[in-house]
Nanobody, 129 residues
Framework: DVQLQASGGGLVQPGGSLRLSCEAS???????????VGWFRQAPGREREGVSC????????YYRDWVKGRFTISRDNGKRTAYLQMNSLKPEDTGIYYC???????????????????WGQGTQVTVSS
């Protein structure tokens, strides 16, 4: 059963940092690298939306405007894990963060339920003083 599980969230003060992990399970060793991995946020009272996505191959990275320069997405295909380094966190970054996967990053900003082949449990990120 193929799943991606997000972890690493927590409570931080504005300006702080977190590193989220997205660990894949159920993939054959050489299959994980063939899928794009996206990070998504569901802020309080809002629908899920895309935050960042890293593509297959050499891993081109894409970011929404409000996280550019602060967040960095990466992946380690050998570990079948993707990451989201979150720096200079702001209160508006608060939300539940999910990771998902599909063949390409196309459409990730909308955060549509059908973008990912699977959804796992999200990890809570709270930025508050």
């Amino acid at each position: 059963d193929v799943q991606l599980q997000a972890s690493g969230g927590g409570l931080v003060q504005p300006g702080g940092s977190l590193r989220l992990s997205c660990e894949a399970s159920g993939f054959a060793t050489d299959d994980f690298e063939d899928y794009a991995v996206g990070w998504f946020r569901q802020a309080p009272g809002r629908e899920r939306e895309g935050v960042s996505c890293i593509s297959t191959g050499v891993g081109s990275s894409y970011y929404r405007d409000w996280v550019k320069g602060r967040f960095t997405i990466s992946r380690d295909n050998g570990k079948r894990t993707a990451y989201l380094q979150m720096n200079s966190l702001k209160p508006e970054d608060t939300g539940i963060y999910y990771c998902g996967f599909r063949r390409t990053c196309t459409g990730y900003p909308d955060g549509d339920y059908y973008w990912s082949l699977r959804w796992g449990q999200g990890t809570q990120v709270t930025v508050s003083s």
